[in-house]
């Protein structure tokens, strides 16, 4: 008798965690597509407003001598520990790389600066034009591209670089969980610490 009560409990229970599982699989799956299309709405509105940037950030920079791509592209780290191009306008001279390394050679101070936050207060790396994209955050607008893509979601972690994987520890499998976002709170509290400001990527 106990042991049919039992075998019953046994069966009730594994039923409950069964419709549980089921019911919990269904909610995700909503959430899922409901943020899916809030990122594609939302992504879209940001595609229309690239247009007319583009063109203007285009005329500026070809005003200025520099015929170059005003797109630039960096690896970063996305869901799963998958890297993805993430896409932005460039804000930087095109031989960057290579007056960075003379800059930093000539000046022990500004070497210290960015090998502590990998930002320079006064980088003589960035355009004119790339002052206004960046102050205005307006070289982040190409990546709606990405949020296209499925690479990104309009809010989540910041996207990291690769060499900032070590720098996660071990709240590096709970990032990649998800993927990086356009915005979120580490947006928000990076422009309320201008402490933090500087370590950014």
């Known amino acids: 008798m106990i042991n049919s009560i039992n075998q019953t409990a046994t069966l009730v229970l594994t039923n409950e965690e069964i419709i549980e599982e089921n019911s919990s699989k269904s909610i995700n799956r909503k959430y899922k597509v409901i943020k899916r299309s809030f990122d594609i709405f939302f992504a879209l509105l940001g595609l229309i407003a690239l247009i007319p940037i583009t063109v203007i950030v ?3 920079t070809l005003l200025s001598g520099d015929t170059k791509s005003i797109f630039y592209s960096q690896t970063r780290i996305g869901k799963d520990g998958k890297e993805f191009k993430l896409y932005k306008f460039r804000s930087m001279i095109p031989n960057a790389d290579e007056v960075l390394k003379k800059y930093l050679k000539e000046n022990m101070k500004a070497a210290q ?5 990998k930002k320079l207060t006064n980088d003589p790396r960035i355009t004119k034009i790339g002052k206004v994209l960046r102050k205005t955050s307006l070289d982040e607008v190409p990546q709606v591209l990405n949020i296209l893509k499925g690479d990104m979601s309009i809010i989540g972690n910041r996207p990291y670089l690769p ?3 070590y720098d996660m520890d071990d709240y590096y499998e709970d990032i990649i969980k998800t993927k990086p976002g356009l915005t979120g709170f580490w947006y928000v509290s990076l422009y309320a610490d201008s402490d933090c400001m500087k370590g950014v990527a």
């Open 58 to 60: 285009k005329l500026v």
């Open 113 to 117: 600066e960015y090998r502590k936050y």
């Open 163 to 165: 060499r900032e994987k």
